[in-house]
């Protein structure tokens, strides 16, 4: 499974971002797909999670502001990121988890990362 994240760049403080993450496979067949963050000198944080396009969690300093979608037709996820702030200001990060039969019987879990693209919020 290889992610590809892509739409970071430069914004003023208030401005807005569509970030994309394209996957190469069918998404239906993952677990999940997420997008986290990671600021210079912190540790990286969970942004949003999507289990399908009606089960999707976000972390509280997003709420209101973010909004995760998909399209399946395109294997892509995308994060709509509105008054965005200086504080947003991060590496965003693609990921998914994806179950594949084991050796030995049971299913085990692969977790996924995208490369990462860029976010700058200006002041």
């Known amino acids: 499974v290889q992610l590809q994240a892509s739409g970071g760049g430069l914004v003023q403080r208030g401005g807005s971002l569509r970030l994309s993450c394209a996957v190469s496979?069918?998404?239906?067949?993952?677990?999940?797909m997420a997008w986290y963050r990671q600021a210079p000198g912190k540790q990286r944080e969970l942004v949003a999670r999507?289990?399908?396009?009606?089960?999707?969690e976000y972390a509280d300093f997003v709420k209101g502001r973010f909004t995760v979608s998909g399209d399946g037709a395109k294997n892509i996820m995308y994060l709509q990121m509105n008054n965005l702030k200086p504080e947003d200001t991060a590496v965003y990060y693609c990921?998914?988890?994806?179950?594949?039969?084991?050796?030995?019987?049971?299913?085990?879990?692969?977790?996924?990362w995208g490369q990462g693209t860029q976010v700058t919020v200006s002041s």
């Open positions: 999507m289990i399908t396009s009606d089960d999707i």
């Open positions: 496979v069918n998404t239906v067949s993952l677990n999940f």
């Open positions: 990921n998914a988890e994806k179950s594949l039969p084991g050796d030995f019987g049971p299913w085990i879990k692969h977790n996924y």
